[in-house]
């Protein structure tokens, strides 16, 4: 049951000239609606002269106001006389726009004033007014200030309540009035098994729409199908079953929706025997409460999916309403179950899943190839989120495969987000970095080439095999290549500096021998 409480003002009894007085200004225009339980009953000022006695506060509340601080009454008002009975018709309206039928009364604590609709009070649940799909009430008031002294304030917040009436006995009491001989709308569900439902309907209303209980149809060990509402578009019968399943029907195949959507149950809906057709639908259907908080599902991401060759995935995405507490309430629906609602305008087969957050790397980039030990490089990636729920994801910075920075991103469906990723190396090498999987290239660290022989190096014992000055190891390898000592180009061996000072001072010897040597 849902209720709205309000504001009712009868302040400050006055001696007046006559009953009391109905404002003859202008008629209240379209405009802003004071509106409650998901939208489904909207309360407004009725179009007429006493609506002046009703206007919605800053807060878009209606408020009744048959006192002089009224702002849509003229300053001539002063308020009731004491002492006297009166009446004002259509005050307010209210509207109900959902598609079932709800019962309407209203509560409040002031024994001298009635809220009436069509002359009786709709004071208390069993005065209630039955309203269907898009119907509304207008509410008056009756007040009775005999007794009452001048100066007295009557009034007190009062209470719009209202609960959901079965469609079946609402639709059965119209027959019964529209019809002496038994016609009009009449439904039936067979349930062969806990996952099948057959359904009937005659007699039915071009363009009205009926509901079928479908009570709680079993569909998984966590998801139901509780009601089938269809728009007849002819006058003839209908008949149509339903089918539940975990898993997937082999003519539809499984949910494999590109967004990561996860598929929690399935059922086929098909024409069993008809005369007429019915379109659109409208499904109500729910999911165990604490199943998804086991799995980590946020309720408001359940969606429902039509099997369609027209979708690139062969699945459409339909357009998923969570059920508001307020209204769940007043349909009366088990408070430990996400009710949802969807439509539809085509027979098919469907799915019921939570959606999930799908993090993708879009676009990745480094702002260098190649940097010197402990050079940091930076690594930018463009994430977006491609999945149909709002998410929180830790994206990876790897090299050679290996994790070597993280930035947290969350991200609402479709949103995108760039995270930047600082990175150094001490070791020189050559590392092969990835986001979260997604290449982004080569950084160099360092020359990964260098031997460590240094540029222009060479080894001494650069001439030809045999000549006097090469030099040779005990195992006959020339000195500088296996086992030897590498020597410097410009060195000169002192074994070598000796040697050439002895042949140059026997070369002056020989001189001075020759010299002195008598000729002949």
């Known amino acids: 049951m849902s209720t709205a409480r309000r504001t009712l003002f009868l302040a400050a009894l006055v001696v007046a000239a006559g009953g009391l007085a109905f404002a003859t200004g202008a008629a209240v225009v379209d405009g802003p609606t004071d509106t409650f339980a998901e939208d489904r009953l909207a309360v407004q000022p009725a179009d007429g002269p006493n609506g002046n006695y ?272 307020a209204v769940r309430r007043l349909l009366n629906l088990p408070e430990d179950r996400v009710h949802l609602t969807a439509a539809t305008d085509d027979f098919s087969v469907f799915a019921v899943a939570t959606e999930r957050a799908v993090f993708r790397p879009t676009s990745v980039a480094i702002d260098r190839e190649a940097v010197d030990p402990g050079d940091s490089a930076t690594v930018r990636a463009t994430v977006a989120n491609e999945g149909g729920a709002d998410g929180e994801e830790t994206v990876t910075l790897t090299a050679d495969g290996d994790p070597v920075a993280t930035e947290s991103v969350a991200l609402a469906p479709n949103e995108t987000a760039t995270v930047a990723f600082e990175t150094a190396f001490e070791a020189a090498g050559a590392y092969d970095l990835a986001v979260d999987g997604t290449p982004v290239g080569t950084l160099a660290v360092g020359d990964p080439t260098d031997d460590g022989t240094g540029e222009g190096s060479a080894s001494v014992g650069d001439g030809a095999p045999g000549d006097d000055d090469d030099v040779s190891d005990a195992s006959g390898d020339p000195a500088g290549t296996e086992g030897g000592p590498t020597e410097e180009p410009s060195g000169i061996d002192l074994s070598n500096v000796t040697g050439l000072l002895l042949f140059l001072v026997l070369t002056v010897a020989g001189a001075a021998l020759v010299r002195r040597m008598p000729r002949s």
């Open 54 to 325: 009703a206007y919605l506060n800053d807060d878009d509340e209606i408020v009744v106001d048959v006192s002089a601080a009224n702002p849509k009454l003229g300053p001539d008002f002063e308020g009731l006389n004491p002492d006297s009975l009166a009446a004002a018709d259509g005050v307010f309206e209210i509207t109900y726009t959902a598609d079932q039928y709800a019962r309407v009364w209203i509560d409040h604590a002031e024994e001298n004033v009635t809220f009436v609709a069509d002359g009786t009070s709709i004071e208390g649940r069993s005065n209630n007014v039955t309203l269907g799909p898009n119907e509304t009430v207008a509410v008056g008031l009756r007040v009775d200030a005999r007794g009452a002294a001048a100066g007295t304030t009557l009034g007190d917040d009062f209470d719009i309540r209202a609960e959901v009436a079965e469609p079946e006995d609402v639709e059965a009491t119209d027959e019964n009035d529209d019809d002496d001989d038994g016609g009009g709308a009449t439904t039936a569900v067979q349930s062969p098994r806990p996952d099948h439902r057959e359904f009937e309907g005659s007699g039915l209303t071009v363009g009205a729409g009926t509901t079928f209980d479908a009570d709680g149809m079993r569909l998984s060990e966590y998801v139901t199908l509780d009601r089938v509402r269809v728009t007849s578009a002819s006058d003839d019968d209908v008949a149509f079953e339903t089918l539940g399943s975990p898993e997937p029907f082999a003519s539809a195949g499984r949910l494999n929706d590109s967004r990561g959507a996860r598929p929690e149950a399935y059922f086929e809906l098909n024409y069993s025997s008809t005369t007429g057709e019915a379109s659109p639908l409208r499904f109500g259907f729910s999911v165990d409460r604490e199943h998804l908080n086991e799995t980590g599902a946020d309720p408001e991401d359940v969606s429902l999916y039509r099997r369609s060759e027209a979708e690139s995935d062969g699945w459409e995405r339909l357009e998923t309403e969570r059920v508001d507490p």
